[in-house]
């Protein structure tokens, strides 16, 4: 009997222990995932110049799409913080979404080589960084609900963790580039 | 999952023991009959020859297997499509990027090996990337995903060298018995041959059952749940629906070794035919029946659709609850052939219907298609800007 009170002491550290390391790993998680976002929003950056210059010849008079294409991009590079970053790069989701729409009605642009290349790419970083933040989200929601639940949040608040941002850009974006087709 | 990687975790580890058994006692018995008294030296010898075999196995039972396929590891630009659709499956599921390979074979499959996620390869035939699509390959390297996340590639990689392995020891088990049994039966001791002959039946009869049986018992289950996860990570089980069909259908199969057969996305050498007790794979029509039965991309979509077509439950319970955000845009390749572009859209179409989109039609004859929550009045046609009502 009088080992009982220590044992449940020990306990109690050894629970706390697990579960403020489980927290740490969770938000180390969402950090990684979250660079992983970044790095391909990088990458999205550095390809769209490429893009427009190499459309411009055959799209030359849909000037305002590859403008604003630009334009959406020069924001988006000068972006800080989840928010912002996620209306920045909705944007230019939008933006790129309009131009490879009208890109479909261009069948000379499928045929050049350095194009159908580039919009491979520009295509699969658009693909990376749904994934991405797909795989973030997640994470955060892992991560909150730690944190917001009874018994760990006695933990969270101890340790002072703060629950993380969702990033949503893509949602709005989706709905403002629906598939088109012309008849 | 984890789940699924503890279990693979001790799979493995009983696959191993048991052949370590096996060939413990087989030496025994052989030491035994040949030197009365020395057949705790064989014992020894069975466990050591395991424990390095299992070791080596571990080490680079992967790149056996991706050597006796000859296999050629690529990069971005050997494949770029190849390349790109594994890089966004990597971040789908959060995992490292794995080591590409390409077989060259005209006949379509892919497979996936390694230890770890960190160590894990992914090799497609050339014939796979010939025939699918951008989608179609995306539900097949998420199929192959899920195998490393789940930690099946480590089992089936211990599994396919060990089964292959304890043929081999069968084989000559067989052999040894039939002809010291002879040499025995002429001599005085008649007793150590019947032993002999006894431990040599078993390993030569009920080892090499045993190890399939281990193998075969859970491989169905793990093809299910790699499916659930490929459509988990693209969120478009029709891709890997249409991918299993094209797989199938093709006209030549991939001409894979038997322990690399087992580990292909749809077994090459049991193409046909329905399930078995010594089928590797669930029947691919089954699958695909599922994956199109799938209500929503979530692992209870795939668990009920299972449930409703074989009774069984293939989900861990910790996977259930993973309710995913909605599905990035997927991308037609560019230089498609007219009919995989229709293909595609019929596919996407579907997708979108489920998901309760509707169709508008603008004057200029673009036909829009809306999320339901869309709200009315805000949407404008992306072609010629003219705002549309949403009716």
């Known amino acids: ?183 | 999952m984890h789940e699924a990687i503890a279990r693979n975790r001790f799979r493995s580890v009983v696959l191993v023991a048991l052949l370590g058994g096996l060939l413990g006692m087989a030496l025994f018995a052989l030491a035994e009959a040949g030197e009365p008294g020395a057949g705790a030296v064989g014992l020894l010898a069975g466990f050591g020859i395991t424990g390095i075999g299992g070791a080596v196995t571990w080490l680079a039972g992967d790149r056996a297997l991706l050597w006796s396929v000859r296999a050629r590891r690529i990069g971005h630009a050997d494949a770029p499509v190849l390349h790109n659709v594994v890089e966004e499956m990597a971040i789908a599921a959060g995992l490292p990027l794995p080591a590409i390979y390409l077989l060259d074979d005209p006949g379509p499959n892919a497979f996936a090996t390694g230890r770890s996620p960190a160590t894990a390869s992914i090799a497609v035939t050339s014939g796979l990337l010939a025939c699918l699509d951008r989608d179609e390959l995306q539900g097949v390297v998420a199929h192959e995903m899920g195998h490393i996340q789940n930690r099946d590639i480590l089992f089936m990689t211990i599994a396919s060298v060990m089964v292959g392995a304890i043929d081999v020891l069968a084989d000559v088990a067989a052999r040894v018995a039939r002809h010291r049994g002879r040499v025995r039966a002429r001599g005085r001791d008649r007793g150590g041959a019947v032993v002999l002959i006894i431990v040599a039946a078993i390993v030569a009869f009920v080892a090499p059952l045993c190890a399939r049986l281990l193998y075969l018992g859970a491989s169905r289950e793990r093809e299910y749940l790699a499916d659930a996860t490929g459509a988990f990570l693209t969120r478009n089980p029709d891709g890997l629906a249409n991918a299993l069909e094209r797989i199938s259908a093709a006209p030549v199969h991939a001409s894979v070794n038997s322990a690399t057969a087992a580990l292909c996305i749809v077994n090459p050498r049991q193409m046909t035919g329905s399930d078995s007790w010594l089928s590797t794979h669930p029947a691919t029509e089954r699958r695909v029946e599922i994956l199109r039965r799938m209500a929503g991309a979530t692992y209870q979509a795939y668990e009920d659709a299972v449930r409703a077509a074989t009774g069984k439950s293939v989900v861990p319970r910790g996977a259930l609850g993973l309710a995913p955000s909605p599905a990035p845009t997927a991308t037609l390749a560019r230089g498609a052939t007219p009919e995989r572009a229709a293909a595609y859209h019929a596919a996407r179409d579907g997708t979108r219907r489920r998901a309760g989109y509707r169709t508008v039609r603008c004057r200029c004859d673009a036909q829009i298609q809306v999320p339901a929550d869309r709200a009315a009045g805000s949407l404008r046609c992306p072609r010629c800007a003219v705002a549309l009502s949403s009716g």
């Open chain 1, 1 to 183: 009997m009088e080992y009982l009170i220590p044992g449940l002491i020990v306990l109690a550290v050894l629970w706390f222990i697990f579960t403020y390391n489980s927290l740490v790993q969770a938000r180390g998680q969402v950090k990684n995932a979250w660079s992983q976002i970044d790095v391909q929003l990088k990458r999205r950056h550095d390809l769209i110049p490429n893009l427009v210059e190499s459309v411009r010849g055959a799209m030359g008079h849909e000037r305002g799409t590859l403008e604003a294409v630009i334009a959406a991009r020069n924001s988006a590079v000068g972006a800080h913080g989840v928010r912002e970053v996620g209306a920045a790069e909705g944007e230019l989701t939008r933006a790129l979404g309009r131009l490879f729409a009208l890109a479909e009605a261009y069948p000379q642009l499928r045929a050049t080589e350095n194009v159908s290349a580039l919009q491979e790419e520009v295509a699969s970083t658009e693909n990376r960084i749904g994934f991405a933040r797909q795989h973030y989200n997640d994470r955060v929601t892992l991560l909150n609900v730690m944190i917001e639940s009874l018994p760990s949040n006695l933990v969270a608040s101890l340790g002072g963790f703060r629950p993380a941002e969702l990033f949503e850009i893509e949602v709005s974006a989706e709905r403002d580039v629906p598939r088109v087709s012309f008849s």
